[in-house]
């Protein structure tokens, strides 16, 4: 498959590589969990990943860390753990927001395709931002914002890069609203740098 890929990016005309629309290998996002994330939470997470995505024309593929035995090849790989406890929490919580919400694994100014997403921190973050009945939907929205962290990470693997945007996913903080908000986007530089392979 990675074989397939440079195969893909040679035939690939210049002109896809302008930004016009064009297919681009998908991202297989390869997740493990300490805690199994609620159903309502993964369903979301994977079309808002989806959505975020669409604007590099990467496709998402989800596999979980167990079907990857010897032999299994993808093309652009990216490892996630969401450690902690994903599930939102229907009861008052304690909210400390301090700290990230997630960090990727560089070695040597590179960035690699290993992310660790935070869900105690993610949770509080999204949870201070949820008013009235959104509390009832809050497995859905948990799923939403995960998605968005996630994005950013691969966005820094994508781009390479330790630095942000100013505006949209890419920005160095997100904030709870911003989490759960019925949209948010890259911005169009930040969503281009989609286009490119995350590991190097
Ligand atoms: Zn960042």
């Known amino acids: 498959m990675r074989y397939l890929f440079v195969l893909v990016l040679l035939s690939t005309p210049m002109w896809a590589l302008e930004g016009l629309p064009a297919l681009h290998n998908p991202i297989t996002v390869v997740v493990s969990a300490e805690r199994p994330l ?8 994977q079309a808002e990943m989806a959505n975020l995505l669409k604007q590099g024309n990467r496709p998402v593929e989800w596999k979980r860390l167990d079907e990857m035995g010897v032999g299994v090849s993808v093309s652009d790989l990216v490892m996630v753990k969401f450690r902690g406890d994903c599930r939102m929490e229907m009861s ?4 400390d927001e301090r700290g ?3 960090f990727t694994h560089t070695t040597d100014g590179e960035v690699l395709p290993f992310s660790e997403v935070l869900c105690d921190k993610v949770k509080m973050a999204a949870r201070s931002a949820m008013h009235g009945g959104q509390i009832a939907s809050g497995n859905k929205l948990m799923g939403r914002a995960l998605a968005r962290v996630l994005a950013h990470e691969i966005w820094h693997m994508t781009a390479n890069t330790h630095k942000h945007s100013k505006t949209g996913v890419a920005k160095s903080s997100l904030s709870g ?11 169009g530089h930040s969503a281009h740098q989609l286009t490119q392979k995350t590991a190097r």
């Open 38 to 45: 609620a159903p309502e939470a993964m369903k979301e997470l």
């Open 100 to 102: 990230p919400l997630a």
């Open 177 to 187: 609203a911003q989490l759960i908000a019925d949209t948010l986007e890259f911005d």
């Open 92 to 95: 008052p919580m304690l909210l």
